[in-house]
């Protein structure tokens, strides 16, 4: 069981990026995806979550308007498309599976995740 997040790099304020994970060794079409952030110094927190019925719960309110989520059940894969970056943006940004198939109601309980992800890096330069 594997998820891998990746697209993560360099971008300038402004810009965007677009991150994956793709699962393998399971089918992700029956669970919750989330996706998390951790800055340097900073806890863990929960960015934005989609349900098994394409249903968007965002944790993070700064994200609001900027980040979208969708996922492709066809490529076991969801997607994390992050416009109009700021540097506080910058961060580890982490995927993880639900228990459940829709979103837990909030992202700080790391046991509502089944599986989870490497980071993929991600710097907003000013």
């Known amino acids: 069981v594997q998820l891998q997040a990746s697209g993560g790099g360099l971008v300038q304020a402004g810009g965007s990026l677009r991150l994956s994970c793709a699962a393998s060794?399971?089918?992700?079409?029956?669970?919750?995806i989330g996706w998390f952030r951790q800055a340097p110094g900073k806890e863990r927190e929960g960015v934005i979550c989609?349900?098994?019925?394409?249903?968007?719960?965002y944790y993070a309110d700064s994200v609001n308007d900027r980040f979208t989520i969708f996922r492709d059940n066809a490529k076991n894969t969801s997607y994390l498309q992050m416009n109009s970056l700021k540097p506080e943006d910058t961060a580890d940004y982490y995927c993880?599976?639900?228990?459940?198939?829709?979103?837990?109601?909030?992202?700080?309980?790391?046991?509502?995740?089944?599986?989870w992800g490497q980071g993929t890096q991600v710097t907003v330069s000013s």
């Open positions: 989609i349900s098994t019925g394409r249903i968007d719960t």
């Open positions: 993880a599976t639900a228990w459940t198939n829709t979103c837990p109601a909030n992202g700080r309980r790391k046991s509502d995740w089944r599986y």
């Open positions: 060794g399971f089918n992700p079409r029956y669970y919750a």
